[in-house]
């Protein structure tokens, strides 16, 4: 599949279309159902079909990287919960991870037992919710997609509930902190998150009977949005996007974090390189993240989940010299990176600079190669299939 | 009696009641989808939320009315009520009852006008709707809408083939045009979606996807195609110019419906029942079929994903209307040798 097919060339080519036609100009977005939020395409239409997109990030900018600088290690956690608003668990187990390797914390095994069922948890609520929001995408808000969204939402329903269970939040948790966590599982959670995903995990046979068996469906995705292997992996595509392309890579097997050296994971790969291979991917890792959790919830470890004091002082945490990191995790969209330049005299409790690597940005790269030669009823299935999620794209 | 008088009587009940149907059929999608989708649906005004309809219609009613400042006013504020008005005329056609009259024969009754090209007057009438939605698509000066509309027309006139056709099939099977005699041909010969073997079946099915590409349902919904094209050639309207084009499409289903159920299942006969019930049983048979169509929309509607455009016109010109053809040239192979 990688490497042989022909690239698209993103860039409005002369060549390529009839000079003397009009081209039409149609800004998809940032006010539209279908852009995930507020991102704006500007499509350039030969009749209804695409010469050239161009992704226009940044509607939802909000300067979170330079919040970031002006707050300590201990109030940073919950300002990204908002940045992937999909999977903010594992937003806060991103940085948290940084900060933790860059104050040279040591985090006690329960915690980081606690920190992958979580993550695994928090992938099934995410690509729930992608999956519902896909086939809204193609199968119109007013139709069988919405019914499909409802179905995964009722399922996603269970899993805010376990998290509110945890944590008292249902959305933004800030239950990871530097050294560990702070909410302990309580009394008969386990037995909740056993009923909960063996009742999402039967249940993801009716969503392939929904959408894999469908004709429609596959007509909609197979050969929609192609992204071969060396593009995806030149736009730095990561997670179940540069899976989707047939790209092996996943960091919780190639780089383990948490206690993923200690479980090991089947990493679905898909070699279609279009939609209907990412959606493939992202069906495949629901399946895994759900066993993984099963899996994980009886074994966790017993101990200390905090290797600090559980105390919210602004300068709990301090990094005695300037150093800098760079972390990467496994989101449900792929790798989730954290560089963090901080420590010293002058800035001890805070970072002097975050930067954050979110996978989404990366993917919203491959929109001009994907989307050109297609229709516009094929632009919200391309961006669908790429999972964006804008709070995290902008920051 | 007198056929001003009879038209006019006939006529204004056919409204009445496509107009009730048509405010209780969005009332019927939302509970039916409701109950798809593990919710509750309208459940606050009136018992089980049936008034939820009329409430619209006062709040789209009062709404603001916004005019595009460079839309083409006269065919913008024209566009939404053409297609009501032709779904409505095109019902007149339609028998809602019948009986056995003493000499065997079935008798239509309940129809506004029994003409005698009964079948080409609804197809001439389905083929006008192409134009004021093109007149919305184009009026409204947004893009959206002009893509919409154009992807309207390409529809509507492909689909247009494939509904010929297969509605020629009953026709040239039974030799009238008029549908009071295609009815009474079935209720005397068996109805035709099992008479002619295979292809019956088939010319309703296609006849019935046809009619669902023209009154745009998933899986056929790509001018509307909200995720995609906002709303599609509604886009610029608003308050009640958008709730009537949303009402002439419950009616466009709903007619869809009735001319199926009268030219392939039989109109208001039933086997073996229409003979021992009296006569105002015909219309309750003709409701329940066209009831089972009405639901069979929303069933698909509301569980499947839509085409894309040019697939969507892949499927026609491929595949309906080859077959179509075959099947009408079956039909008439079959009456010329004699063994219909």
């Known amino acids: ?395 | 009696m007198n056929p001003w008088l009879h038209g006019a009587v006939y006529g204004a009940g056919l409204l009445g009641f496509m107009m009730t149907v048509g405010a209780l059929a969005s009332w019927y999608e939302r509970k039916f989808t409701a109950v798809v989708q593990n919710r509750l649906g309208p459940n606050v005004v009136g018992p089980f939320g049936v008034y939820q309809p009329i409430a619209d219609a006062i709040k789209m009613l009062r709404k603001e009315e916004i005019i595009p400042r460079d839309a083409d006013r006269p065919l913008y504020l024209l566009a939404p009520w053409i297609p009501t008005f032709l779904v409505l005329i095109s019902a007149a056609a339609v028998p809602f009852g019948g009986y056995y009259a003493a000499d065997g024969h079935w008798q239509s009754t309940w129809l506004v006008a029994d003409l005698d090209l009964g079948v080409l007057w609804l197809l001439a009438v389905s083929g006008l709707m192409v134009f004021p939605i093109w007149m919305a698509g184009w009026s409204g000066n947004n893009k959206y809408a002009l893509l919409a509309g154009m992807r309207m027309v390409a529809q509507g006139i492909s689909y247009e083939i494939p509904m010929v056709l297969t509605a020629l099939v009953p026709v040239i099977a039974v030799g009238s045009m008029s549908i009071s005699d295609i009815v009474a041909y079935q209720a005397e010969h068996g109805w035709l979606i099992w008479k002619l073997p295979g292809i019956g079946l088939v010319a309703f099915v296609f006849f019935y996807l046809a009619s669902l590409a023209e009154s745009n349902r998933i899986p056929f919904d790509i001018p509307e195609a909200e995720s995609e094209l906002v709303g599609g050639v509604l886009v610029e309207y608003t308050g009640m110019r958008f709730g009537i084009v949303l009402l002439s499409e419950y009616l466009h289903t709903l007619v869809a419906s009735i001319v199926a159920s009268a030219l392939f299942l039989g109109g208001g006969h039933m086997p073996f029942l229409s003979a021992m019930l009296p006569w105002w049983t015909a219309p309750i048979f003709m409701l329940l079929k066209v009831g089972a169509l009405f639901f069979s929309i929303y069933w698909v509607r509301w569980s499947w994903v839509r085409y894309r455009a040019d697939q969507l016109m892949e499927l026609c010109w491929y595949w309906m209307v080859p077959i179509s053809l075959a099947m009408v040239m079956a039909t008439a192979l079959m009456v010329t040798g004699g063994w219909l």
């Open chain 1, 1 to 395: 599949m990688s490497g042989t097919t022909t690239r698209v060339n993103p860039h409005l080519d002369i060549e390529r279309y009839d000079s003397d036609a009009d081209l039409m100009a149609l800004n998809m977005g940032p006010q539209h159902p279908s852009t995930h939020g507020v991102l704006r395409i500007k499509l350039f239409l030969d009749g209804e079909v695409i010469i050239k997109a161009v992704p226009y990030p940044g509607y939802l900018h909000r300067g979170v990287e330079k919040l970031l600088e002006k707050l300590t290690y201990v109030q940073i956690t919950p300002i990204v919960d908002k940045h992937d608003y999909v999977s903010p668990m594992i937003n806060e187990q991103a940085i948290n991870v940084a900060f933790e390797k860059l104050a040279g914390v040591e985090v006690p095994r329960r915690a980081r037992w606690m920190r992958t069922l979580l993550a695994e948890m928090q992938r099934v609520a995410s690509h729930l919710l992608w999956l519902g929001t896909f086939v809204l995408d193609i199968g119109g808000t007013i139709g069988g997609g919405a019914s499909l969204m409802m179905f995964t939402f009722r399922e996603r329903e269970l899993i805010l509930d376990l998290f509110e269970e945890l944590t008292g939040a249902r959305f933004h948790y800030n239950t990871h902190m530097v050294g560990g966590n702070r909410h302990d599982i309580p009394v008969g959670w386990a037995q909740h998150v056993r009923e909960a995903f063996t009742l999402i995990r039967s249940r993801i046979a009716d969503y392939h009977q929904q959408c894999t068996a469908n004709a429609i469906f596959l007509d909609r995705t197979v050969n929609v949005g192609v992204i071969p292997a060396d593009l995806a992996l030149e736009l730095g595509l990561t997670g179940p996007n540069l899976r989707g392309s047939g790209v092996d890579h996943d960091l919780r097997r190639d780089a383990p974090f948490h206690a993923y050296d200690e479980i090991p994971v089947n990493v679905a790969v898909h070699g279609g390189c279009d939609s209907f291979g990412r959606y493939m991917v992202r069906m495949a890792e629901l399946e895994e993240s759900c066993r993984l959790v099963l899996d994980i919830v009886d074994n966790v470890p017993e101990g200390p989940i905090c290797s600090l004091k559980p105390v919210k002082t602004p300068g709990h945490v301090k990094v005695a010299e300037r150093r800098q990191v760079y972390v990467g995790i496994e989101s449900p969209r792929g790798e989730l990176g954290t560089w963090v330049i901080g420590g010293g005299a002058e800035r001890g409790a805070a970072p002097y600079r975050c930067k954050i690597r979110p996978p989404c940005l990366h993917a919203m790269s491959a929109l001009p190669y994907a989307l050109v030669g297609h229709t516009i009823s094929d632009v919200v299935a391309v961006l669908g299939s790429l999972d964006p999620i804008m709070g995290e794209v902008d920051r």
